[in-house]
């Protein structure tokens, strides 16, 4: 009899343990799946990245180095081919209909039109002085970028030149194309924000100061540009002043505009901004910062699909002046972090979520995202599109009907992570329906219930913050219609 009772124990001891085993495996095979903020892939070139990584549509990721070349990369992080320039860039690449790939050099200020295969179409002769812009492509083909002799330039598809003009002043602001084919640029001595007609020609001018970032347009053709002296000038499309908005800084990154029309703007004293289309302040966030100074510079954002927005910004709470990529949400709440080695520059949003960014010291850098592409707005990204075309006539003006409702079940990495007191959960639904959301111990004991109803599809944010629970590791799990994501939390004591 005792016996019986003791191989009884035994079972039941043999059976905890084999539930035991099981949890962890799916713990680990959950925690193993592509989660947000973690990398993908890397490649190191070795040299500056300044400008963003451009993606062709067969998903070929284009980036341009201070190292004489041009890459082209597989989504998988394969080299594809490489182009040599014979001079170093500071660029982002444009890429035409045709799939023919246009980038400038900054010494000899040559243009080069690279068919899609790796091997030069042409290179223009015409130019003189560096190019320190990126490229534009006009509605019909025309190549259109600055020098610093102080020359602006249309150049036509076969490489001939269509028009030059004359300027008085240098610039590093790139070109923005309206609608109209009106042709937007900020210049650095001049003081001038300049609108063009698409054959060159002077439009208008707005007193601004020196710009040093890029234009963007908004749907209703509103232009937004960013002074240094730390103004955000809103400019209707005949050039008058709409609004404007101080920061009390400097601004050397571009705006970026979501679905709904609010801008997003970083600035030189660790403020990154969201600003109303009245010009109204929605919410600023810092980065972290032990101190304001000019190092706190906050680089050009893009915009997820979901409303996600991805920005490079530097932490110096410790004076280390490390740099991240951070995932803010639409409401101004960080979701997660990446660090990378002098991480620098605007980032590229590939259909499949990945972020792609490069760096001070050469490295690309492919990051997974939650975002299922870049947002289609009005201006989601530095140059406009993911072809870096600097044009608004380009697909990606064209409105969803709800851009920031997800089209997948998806749960963000809790941020922060390890934590105490408390973490944030968020997660995405692209339904109405129940919700379990639940807190599992590491011997798969549910210790807390944080949610358990029904809610409507969209965005998601829970905070926890556990109480009586010793320091350790837990897991929290987000379930709905049979699907069920869990995500590993550190809770320090």
Known sequence: MNSGIKNIHIKESLMKAIFRIIFSLLMMGTLMAQEAGTQKWTYDIGDFIFGAPDIGDDGTVYVASNDHYLYAFNSDGALKWKFDLGYGTYNTPAIGSDGTIYVGTAVMGKLYAINPDGTKKWESEQADGWIEDSPAIASDGTVIFGTS????????????????????????????????????????YGTKFTAFNPDGSLKWQYDTGNVESSPAIGNDGTIYVASKSGILYALNPDGGLKWSFDSDSYFYA???????????????????????????????????????????????????????????????????????????????????????????????????????????TGTLYAIHSNSPGLAKSAWPRFHHDNKGTGNVQNATTLQASNPHQPNRFAMAPLYPNPFNPSTHIRYYLPWSDRVHVEVYNAIGQKVATLFDGVQTSGNHLLNWRPKGLAGGVYYIAVGSRNQRIVRKALLIK
Do not use: C
Not at 285 to 299: E, K, R
Not at 318 to 338: E, M
């Open 149 to 188: 002799n102080q020359n602006f330039y249309g150049i036509n598809a076969d490489g001939s030149t269509r028009w030059k003009k004359q300027m008085n002043s240098n610039h590093y602001s790139s070109p923005a194309i309206a609608a109209d084919g009106t042709i937007y640029m900020g210049f650095i």
């Open 254 to 360: 571009s705006p970026v505009i979501d679905a709904q029309g609010i801008i997003y703007i970083g600035a030189n004293n660790g403020y990154f901004y969201a600003i109303n289309p009245d010009g109204s302040e929605k919410w600023h966030i810092t980065f972290d910062n032990a101190f304001s100074s000019a190092f706190q510079h906050t680089d050009t954002p893009a915009i997820g699909a979901d409303g996600t927005i991805y920005v490079a910004s530097y932490d110096t709470t410790q004076y280390t002046f490390k740099k991240y990529l951070y995932a803010i949400s639409p409401a101004g709440q960080i979701i997660w972090r990446f660090y990378g080695d002098a991480i620098q520059g605007p980032p590229a949003i590939a259909p499949d979520g990945t972020i792609y960014i490069g760096s001070q």
